[in-house]
């Protein structure tokens, strides 16, 4: 069915006040020139550190943030060209799962008002059948109706985040934006919850961005695989081929300290560089320094890094 | 033995009367092993770190058992040999390094007094020192890092600076609470290596508590398992790995996404402290439940120091 999703050249700048009292500022690249594509039914998945521009990314996609500049369009429609009142429509075809639970519910809703609010909202269901289709939004993250009239507070962390996706889920969205939505949880919760991913996936046909930093997690559920770092996107390939082959020192590094290998990071902070990951590379070479790498390659494997384009 | 735990159970007041937290956890740690206490949330194991220096609050009770250091009794000492025990032999490392650091007071001043108020030492020589143990942390520029204040710093340094503290007066023993949990990968694995390092120079104990299971495989020498205020399980590192016995540890580990990509969820939510169930406290999630596990509580199997297990598949 083609693509759901496409990102082009996505830039967003924050700026920093360099201390408490000072009038100078400095700008941040959270992103920098971003571009991505999501078909349908695929689950993409975007690995970096903190600070790597991942949650950045999805807030400018479902524009809860306005990016600087860059294209987006889903389903068709640009949607940075759009005003906020033509843009009501496509919103409920992308919602997002935030991290933590205990932050993204309001403790003072119960679970059929939250739930019911994206439904009343935008007019999907009339008000005398809400209570059967919560139940049944409710029945397909594995709950059922005894959760009703339950508040936040009352339910354990994966339950929270059971109804934080039965949310998400309520307005039938084409695409989901899930931000580390396991990384709050304990380990036998995570479990559950990305083999519940899992099976709404396949049952409802969901295109899902998958923020994770955890690799093992997102190697088990994701289909392709974005590695960020400082606001640019370093490596871009198939899971298969990211995690047999990975080709940027960055992911190289990542991976290998997911396996518990140790590597050796450069200790004394270099001069800032064209590339950015210029600072801690080991494998550095002067032509890193002068400009920056772009993303080149194959369509499923793609690196940013000069190491890889003159080999 | 630097650290014995006999039988512990402790319980605290809540508005249902007092509920047991731990119960009849025993477990020992010797000379320059690192023992790792893995457990989900709500399963004790922060309860029982603070237990060994005494530090838990006014409705926390010690209903039975002991904990000894180096053969003392930690609960029959005065409050004022306490003081020299906590942070000069054992010290522990928080998790959330942000608030366990002062924001205004700057990095070596706060170093500083561990030497000053313990030991009685004076400002210059004790600066000396907390530049000393700043570079034993992989400071590349601990003079820098001395006059900076916990802001100007990453989770990562703000953590090692903690360890800092922890080692300054040289300890045998540190208990570290999740120290990693609120760090990225890269810091994390910095701050892992700091700590194995430190471990095998100084010879140190270490009393590790995680649910990670990924740090505890690279980290640890023995491993106890801890579900409801209970160890269930007790091996050495490399058994374990290979072959966990309990339900509830296979679970945590296919979980954990650690056999193989295959994902099999333990069913079900830990139970609230006020629900326990009877018999066995891991029947209601476990697969392989018998009649038995209903209504008894299993006892060890195995030995001790070595590899058990509390589950009657394994007879009882």
């Not at chain 1, 970096?48 to 943030?65: N, P, Q, V």
């Not at chain 2, 160890?231 to 979980?255: D, I, T």
Request: charged share 30%; hydrophobic share 35%; aromatic share 6%.
């Amino acid at each position: 069915m083609g693509e759901v999703l496409s990102v082009r050249e996505l830039s967003k700048l924050y700026e920093v006040k360099k201390s408490l009292l000072s009038f100078s500022s400095t700008k941040i690249k959270a992103l920098d020139n971003v571009s991505l594509d999501l078909s349908a039914y695929e689950t993409l998945g975007v690995v970096g550190e903190s600070g790597s521009g991942k949650s950045t990314l999805a807030r400018c996609i479902l524009l809860l943030e306005r990016p600087d500049s860059g294209y987006i369009t889903f389903l068709g429609k640009e949607l940075t060209k759009l005003k906020e009142k033509e843009l009501r429509p496509l919103r409920k075809k992308m919602q997002i799962v935030f991290q933590d639970p205990y932050s993204s519910l309001n403790p003072r809703k119960r679970v059929i008002d939250v739930i019911a609010e994206p439904i009343l909202q935008f007019g999907l269901e009339k008000r005398e059948n809400l209570r059967d289709s919560v139940i049944s939004i409710l029945r397909s993250v594995g709950l059922d109706e005894s959760f009703l009239y339950k508040y936040p507070h009352e339910m354990s962390g994966g339950q929270r985040q059971r109804i934080a996706i039965a949310r998400a889920l309520a307005t039938d969205p084409s695409l989901l934006v899930a931000d580390e939505p396991v990384s709050s949880l304990d380990v036998s919760i995570q479990a559950q919850i990305l083999s519940l991913l899992l099976e709404i996936k396949e049952k409802k046909r969901l295109s899902i961005i998958f923020i994770s930093h955890d690799l093992k997690v997102v190697r088990f559920i994701c289909d392709r695989i974005i590695v960020m770092y400082r606001g640019r996107i370093v490596e871009e390939g198939t899971k298969e081929e990211v995690f047999s082959n990975p080709l940027h020192p960055y992911t190289k590094m990542l991976l290998s300290y997911s396996e518990g290998k140790p590597t050796k990071i450069r200790k004394e902070e270099g001069e800032k560089g064209g590339c950015v990951y210029y600072e801690i590379c080991n494998w550095r070479k002067k032509e890193c320094l002068i400009d920056s790498p772009k993303l080149s390659g194959q369509e499923s494997h793609k690196v940013a890094c000069f190491l890889e384009s003159t080999r | 033995m630097v650290l014995e735990i006999k039988n512990l159970t402790l319980s605290v007041l809540t508005e249902y009367g007092y509920i047991d937290v731990v119960e009849g956890l025993s477990f020992n740690i010797d000379e320059g092993e690192i023992y790792g206490l893995v457990g989900e949330s709500g399963c004790g194991k922060t309860v029982t770190a603070l237990s060994v220096l005494r530090l838990l609050s006014k409705s926390f009770r010690v209903k039975s058992g002991s904990i000894l250091f180096c053969g003392e009794n930690i609960f029959s000492l005065p409050e004022k040999d306490l003081g020299r025990i906590r942070g000069r032999e054992i010290s522990i490392v928080f998790q959330e390094p942000m608030t366990s650091l002062n924001p205004v007071i700057k990095i070596g001043e706060q170093i500083e007094e561990m030497f000053i108020v313990h030991l009685g030492m004076e400002r210059k020589m004790a600066k000396q020192k907390s530049i000393e143990v700043l570079e034993e942390v992989g400071f590349g520029n601990p003079e820098r890092t001395f006059h900076q204040y916990p802001h100007q710093l990453s989770g990562g340094q703000r953590q090692r600076v903690l360890i800092a503290m922890a080692i300054s007066l040289g300890p045998k023993l540190i208990i570290c609470d999740e120290p990693t949990t609120a760090l990225d990968v890269a810091s994390e694995r910095e701050v892992l290596d700091i700590l194995l390092n430190l471990v095998e120079r100084r010879r140190v104990s270490m009393l590790f508590i995680t649910h990670n299971l990924h740090i505890v495989e690279r980290l640890c020498h023995r491993i106890g398992i801890m579900y409801l205020g209970r160890l269930v399980e007790e091996q050495k590192k490399e058994s374990f790995f290979s072959n966990p016995l309990h339900p509830y540890s296979q679970g945590l580990l296919s979980s954990a996404l650690m056999k193989g990509e295959k994902l099999r969820p333990i069913r079900g939510n830990v139970p609230e402290l006020r629900n326990i169930p009877e018999g066995c406290k891991f029947h209601p999630r476990c697969d392989l439940v018998m009649d038995i596990c209903r209504t008894k509580e299993p006892k060890v199997v195995g030995k001790e120091r070595e590899s058990w297990v509390r589950c009657f598949l394994y007879g009882s």
